[in-house]
C-alpha cells in the first residue's frame, strides 16, 4: 500500500482554525447503528473559506454540528483530533460547549424564517446573545446590534430590532441571521446551505455579503452547500463529501479545472448547462449505498465506471494528487484523454459561471 | 440588485391582527358573544360585588329572620333563605368566591404544571421520565376524586379545596406543555438559539414556553369553567367553602332540603354555576378556533 504518499489533507493550511482528523460519527437507534461519517479529515485555514459540497445525507451538515457540539444525544462521536483554536473539542463539558458557541463558532442554517423565535423580536433575541456571552446590556448591547446589522447591510437597523421574525422577508431575515451569528465576533462561521431556501438574487446577495464580512473581519468559514455554483463563488478550497467521507479536496479553481475523483467528476458534469440544449441531463447512476459506514473499500466503487477489483477490498486514502488530495485508487492513473475531455465540459461550465455573476 | 438590496420589504399585508379576528368570530358565532359578555359581568361582580349586592352583609353573617323564606319580589329578585338573607345578593357575593377559587387553582396548576412540563419535553431522557411518571401518579385518580381524597385527608374548607384542586390539575398542564416541548424543541429557531450557545433555562422559558402559550390559554379558559363545577362540586358535599360564605356550590347544597317549596335557594346559585362555566367553555371553544388556523374559514 502506498502509505508514505498519503499524508493528511491540508498540512499546507496555515494556522488552521479548524482541524479535524478522523472524524467518525455514528447514529444509534433502537438495533440498529448508522454510520453517518466514517473518517473525515478537514482542516480550514485562518481566514479561509472552505466549501463541504456532497449530495444529501453525505454528512456534512453531522459534521458541522459535531464542531459545535450540537448532535443529538443517539450520536457517538470518536474523533483522532477535533480542535478549535487550539482546544480540544472532545474533551469539552456541556457548560464549555456552551461558552464556545456563538463565541469561537457561530452557525447559519439553512431556514431563515424558522430561526428566529417568532414571539420576540430581533432585536430582543440578539440582547439575549450579547447579555450571555458578553454580560452587555441595554445601550451598549443596542449599540453593537445596531453596529453588526449595519455591517449586514440593513439600511434601518432600528427598524429590524423592533420588528419580529415574521415582519421581515426571507433575504432581510437570513441578514439579521448572519448579523446575530457575528455578533460576538466569532472566528469561524458554520454556514449550512445559508442561501439553498432563498431566491437566487437574494441568494447571491447573502454570497457577497458573507464574502465582504469575511474580508473585513477576517473569520473562516465552513461553508457546507450541494451547489457547486455556490461553491465556485465563495469558496477558496473544496472538501468533496460523498458517503461520509471526504473523496477529493482542493482548490476551488483547480477542482473545477481538473476533478481527480469520479465522484467529483460526475458531480461537476451533472451541474445543468445553458449552452447544452439537446439531451438529457447528467446523472450519475446508482445510489449511495444505504449505511456507507459499513462498506468496505471503496464506497462510491457500484457507481464507479473506472472501479478495479482493489477498490472493493481497500478502503482508498486521501493522498496528494496535483494540487489536491484525492481518495481513489483509480484517479491520476488513466488515460490523458479522458481528462482532457472533462477539461472541456468545464470550461463551458466556467462561462456559465461567470454569465451568472 | 442594489436598489433590492437597499430596501426595506413594505410591510406583508399579514392575516389580520387577533383582535379584529376576535371581533370577527365574535359576529359570526353568537354564542361566544354571549360567553364572552357573561364572563365579564361575572368578572365584574367578582370585583365590584360588594358594592352591588343589595345587602353584602349577607356574605358576612347578617341575618333577618323575620323576612325568611320569602318567594322571589321585586325586593328580593332570588327570593330569602331560611335565615332571611337575600339570595341576590349572595348568588352576587359568591362571583368573587368562584372566581377567586377558579383563577387561584388554573394559575397555580400553571404555575407549577407547565415548566415542569417544557422541561420534560425539551430535556427528554431521565428528566423527562421522572416528571412524566409523577404525573401520571396523579393523572390515574380521576381529578374530583384526588380532590376529594385530599380534602378529607387536609380538613374542609376554601383553601384545602383550592390547595385539593391545585394538586389534581397541575399534571394537565404538565402534560400540554410536555406535548407542546417535544414538538417545538425540534423547531429550526430552538437549533438556531442553542447554536448562538443560549442557556438552557433561557432555550426553555423565552423560546418553549411563550411559544406554548396559546394552547394553554385555550386549556386554562375552558378549566376555570371546571374548577368552578368542581369547588362548586366539593362545597356541595362539604368539603369546600364553610358556612355562611355566600359559595354557590355551598348555596345549592343548602338549600337542597327546601327544594320542593323554596326551589329558588337552590335554582339561582345553580344558575349562576351553569352560566359562568358554560360562558367560560363558550370562549374557550372560540380561542381553540382563533389559535388553530387550520379552523378559520
Known amino acids: 500500500m502506498a502509505v508514505p504518499q498519503t499524508r493528511p489533507p491540508g498540512t499546507d493550511v496555515p494556522e488552521p482554525v479548524l482541524r479535524i482528523r478522523d472524524l467518525w460519527i455514528r447514529f444509534r437507534t433502537p438495533g440498529r447503528r448508522t454510520t453517518a461519517v466514517s473518517g473525515i479529515d478537514l482542516e480550514v485555514g485562518r481566514g479561509e473559506i472552505l466549501g463541504v459540497v456532497g449530495e444529501t445525507g453525505c454528512g456534512k451538515t453531522v459534521t458541522g454540528l459535531s464542531v459545535l457540539g450540537l448532535l443529538p444525544e443517539t450520536a457517538e462521536v470518536t474523533a483522532a483530533e477535533l480542535n478549535l483554536l487550539g482546544r480540544d473539542l472532545r474533551a469539552l463539558s456541556d457548560d464549555d460547549w456552551r461558552r464556545l458557541r456563538g463565541t469561537d463558532v457561530a452557525m447559519v442554517f439553512q431556514n431563515p424564517s424558522g430561526s428566529f423565535n417568532p414571539v420576540f423580536t430581533i432585536g430582543a433575541q440578539m440582547r439575549d446573545v450579547l447579555r450571555q456571552h458578553e454580560r452587555v446590556k441595554g445601550a451598549a448591547a443596542d449599540a453593537r446590534i445596531r453596529e453588526v446589522l449595519t455591517a449586514c447591510a440593513m439600511p ?202 | ?143 374530583l376524586l384526588l380532590a376529594m381524597a385530599i380534602v378529607a385527608a387536609l380538613g374542609p374548607g376554601l383553601q384545602n379545596a383550592t390547595l385539593a384542586l391545585v394538586i389534581s390539575w397541575w399534571p394537565w398542564y404538565t402534560r400540554i406543555a410536555r406535548g407542546l416541548a417535544v414538538s417545538l424543541r425540534e423547531w429550526p429557531f430552538v437549533d438556531a438559539a442553542r447554536a448562538m450557545g443560549i442557556r438552557e433555562s433561557t432555550i426553555i422559558f423565552r423560546h418553549i414556553v411563550p411559544n406554548s402559550v396559546g394552547p394553554i390559554v385555550v386549556q386554562a379558559t375552558i378549566d376555570i369553567g371546571t374548577v368552578i363545577l368542581a369547588a362548586g362540586g366539593l362545597a356541595f358535599i362539604g368539603l369546600g367553602a364553610r358556612p355562611p360564605a355566600p359559595d354557590w356550590g355551598l348555596m345549592v347544597a343548602e338549600g337542597r332540603q327546601y327544594i320542593l317549596d323554596q326551589w329558588w335557594l337552590s335554582t339561582f346559585p345553580g344558575l349562576a354555576i351553569f352560566f359562568t362555566v358554560l360562558a367560560f367553555n363558550l370562549v374557550g371553544d372560540l380561542l381553540l378556533r382563533l389559535l388553530d388556523p387550520r379552523q378559520e374559514d
Open chain 2, 1 to 143: 440588485m442594489a436598489a433590492s438590496f437597499n430596501q426595506l420589504p413594505a410591510n406583508v399585508s399579514e392575516r389580520p391582527g387577533f383582535v379584529l379576528r376576535a371581533g370577527r368570530a365574535m359576529r359570526r358565532d353568537v354564542l361566544a358573544l354571549f360567553g364572552l359578555l357573561i364572563i365579564v359581568l361575572v368578572l365584574l361582580l367578582a370585583v365590584f360585588g360588594p358594592w352591588l349586592a343589595p345587602e353584602p352583609g349577607t356574605g358576612a353573617g347578617v341575618v333577618d329572620v323575620s323576612a325568611r323564606m320569602q318567594p322571589p319580589s321585586a325586593a328580593h329578585p332570588f327570593g330569602t333563605d331560611w335565615l332571611g338573607r337575600d339570595v341576590f345578593s349572595r348568588v352576587i357575593l359568591g362571583a368573587r368566591i368562584a372566581i377567586q377559587v377558579s383563577f387561584v387553582v388554573v394559575g397555580l396548576a400553571i404555575l407549577v404544571g407547565v415548566p415542569l412540563g417544557a422541561i420534560a419535553g425539551y430535556r427528554r431522557g431521565r428528566i423527562d421520565g421522572l416528571i412524566m411518571r409523577i404525573t401520571d401518579l396523579f393523572l390515574a385518580f380521576p381529578p
Open chain 1, 156 to 357: 434601518d437597523p432600528d427598524r429590524v430590532m423592533r420588528s419580529y421574525p415574521h415582519q421581515l422577508s426571507g433575504g432581510m431575515l437570513q441578514r439579521a441571521m448572519l448579523g446575530l451569528a457575528l455578533l460576538c465576533r466569532p472566528r469561524l462561521l458554520i454556514a449550512d446551505e445559508p442561501t439553498t431556501a432563498l431566491d437566487v438574487t437574494i441568494a447571491a446577495q447573502i454570497l457577497e455579503l458573507i464574502l465582504r464580512l469575511q474580508r473585513e473581519m477576517g473569520f473562516s468559514v465552513l461553508f457546507i452547500t450541494h451547489d457547486l455554483g455556490v461553491v465556485r463563488r465563495v469558496c477558496g478550497r473544496v472538501a468533496v463529501l460523498y458517503a461520509g467521507r471526504v473523496v477529493e479536496t482542493a482548490p476551488t479553481r483547480e477542482l473545477f479545472r481538473a476533478p481527480q475523483h469520479p465522484y467529483t467528476r460526475g458531480l461537476i458534469a451533472a451541474v445543468p448547462r445553458t449552452q447544452r440544449v439537446a439531451g438529457a441531463l447528467a446523472t450519475i447512476p446508482g445510489s449511495v449505498p444505504p449505511d456507507p459506514g459499513a462498506v468496505e473499500g471503496c464506497a462510491f466503487r457500484d457507481r464507479c465506471e473506472l472501479a478495479i477489483e482493489r477498490c472493493a477490498r481497500e478502503r482508498p486514502e486521501l493522498r496528494l494528487l496535483g494540487s489536491g488530495w484525492v481518495a481513489c485508487h483509480v484517479a491520476g492513473e488513466q488515460a490523458a484523454g479522458q481528462t482532457d475531455g472533462d477539461g472541456q465540459a468545464d470550461g463551458q461550465g466556467q462561462a456559465d459561471g461567470d454569465g451568472r455573476t
